[in-house]
Structures are given as structure tokens and as C-alpha cells.
Nanobody, 120 residues
Framework: VQLQACGGGLVQAGGSLRLSCAAS????????MGWFRQAPGKERGFVAA????????SYADFVKGRFTISRDNAKNTVYLQMNSLKPEDTAVYYC??????????????WGQGTQVTVSS
């Protein structure tokens, strides 16, 4: 599966952005999908994941209550709604796909990153 992320940009603290990730291929609905991020000088880390059906989601503690992951299997797209953004959310955000039921720390398929910058 090939992934194409978009929706990043510059936003003020407290604002919102919605990231989208479009996937190619007919088997999108069989993949767990996730979002990861990498801030300057830091390693890439997990943000959120959603099961193939959309029935199960998981979040990193630092985004719980602020970010929401969702997917539309008819459109082969996964979303990350980000609210109440903080300057520390500034990072390159990557979408990922994996055939395993639970999103691993190092998924098989990666999209290109999209930059999110939150100004104070």
C-alpha cells in the first residue's frame, strides 16, 4: 500500500488542523492505520492508531482528549483531527499502515511526512 499524507501547516496555539492520508490499493480496509510524528532532534514516535474496521483506536498519552483518529474505508483515507494544538506538537507527521491487527512501533508502510508547526 502506498500512502500520501497532507493537511499540515502553520497554526497558532489553541488552533486545529486535520491531517489526511490517502492510500492506494484495494486492501486498505485490511490494514491497521496510524500516525507518528518526529520533532526536531527527536526520534519518530507513535501518536495514534486505528484498527482496520475503525472499531478500536489508541492514542499516545500526550494527545488524548485533543486528537482524534478516524478512517473512511470507502475513500481509502485515514484522518487525524488535531484540536487544542500546542507548540510542542510541532513535528513532521507521518501516516503508516500495517497488516497486523495491532499497530506496531515500526509499521511496514510509511507515507511521506507532512509538517505541522504550532506557533505560540
Amino acid at each position: 500500500v502506498q500512502l500520501q499524507a497532507c493537511g499540515g501547516g502553520l497554526v497558532q496555539a489553541g488552533g486545529s488542523l486535520r491531517l489526511s492520508c490517502a492510500a492506494s490499493g484495494r486492501t486498505f480496509s485490511s490494514y491497521s492505520m496510524g500516525w507518528f510524528r518526529q520533532a526536531p532532534g527527536k526520534e519518530r514516535g507513535f501518536v495514534a492508531a486505528i484498527s482496520w474496521s475503525g472499531g478500536s483506536t489508541s492514542y499516545a498519552d500526550f494527545v488524548k482528549g485533543r486528537f482524534t483518529i478516524s478512517r473512511d474505508n470507502a475513500k481509502n483515507t485515514v484522518y487525524l483531527q488535531m484540536n487544542s494544538l500546542k507548540p510542542e506538537d510541532t513535528a513532521v507527521y507521518y501516516c503508516a499502515a500495517d497488516a497486523r491487527a495491532r499497530m506496531p512501533e515500526n509499521p511496514t508502510n510509511w507515507g511521506q511526512g507532512t509538517q505541522v508547526t504550532v506557533s505560540s
